[in-house]
């Protein structure tokens, strides 16, 4: 069930970026958890989130910065569709997916959203501030990306 309606890019979320010495971890959170996240409760995700490690791994290796948010800043998050880049790449990696991912069963129900981190690469691949090959570069290696990026 969903918790809220993701607002998207705030000035807040992208003065942590501007930071000297920002927290990668702490940002790909907000970005990705309070800004596109249906599912939101008023905590950043795990590691097992897909998404998030994919974002968390894109900020902390410079390729989502303060460049590539600027594109979205004040626009609100589009409607969720599924991408074959973000599928294949992110979703394939999923530790949720095993688990049931509504979003990506045979079936999805009408209301069913993908994760934050999902949605915030969506957009930055719209806008062209990413490509599906810096996509796959935040995706690989799974297992150790989130021992890399924490």
Do not use: H
Not at 103 to 122: D, H, K, N, V
């Amino acid at each position: 069930m969903k918790s809220n309606i993701p607002t998207g890019i705030t000035q807040g979320m992208i003065s942590l970026l501007s930071e000297k010495r920002y927290d990668s971890r702490l940002t790909a959170g907000a970005l990705a958890c309070r800004g596109y996240c249906d599912y939101y409760q008023g905590s950043e995700g795990d590691g097992g989130c897909g998404g998030l490690s994919a974002v968390r791994k894109g900020v902390a290796t410079g390729r989502i910065g303060l460049t590539e948010i600027s594109y979205l800043l004040e626009v609100a998050p589009g409607a969720a569709r599924r991408s074959g880049c973000l599928t294949n790449e992110l979703c394939s990696n999923c530790s949720y997916r095993p688990d049931g991912c509504d979003f990506m069963s045979a079936s999805p129900p009408s209301e069913a959203t993908p994760c934050g981190g999902y949605r915030l690469l969506q957009a930055l691949l719209d806008c062209g501030a990413l490509t599906p090959v810096m996509v796959r570069g935040m995706t690989q290696n799974t297992e150790s990306r989130t021992q890399n990026v924490e």
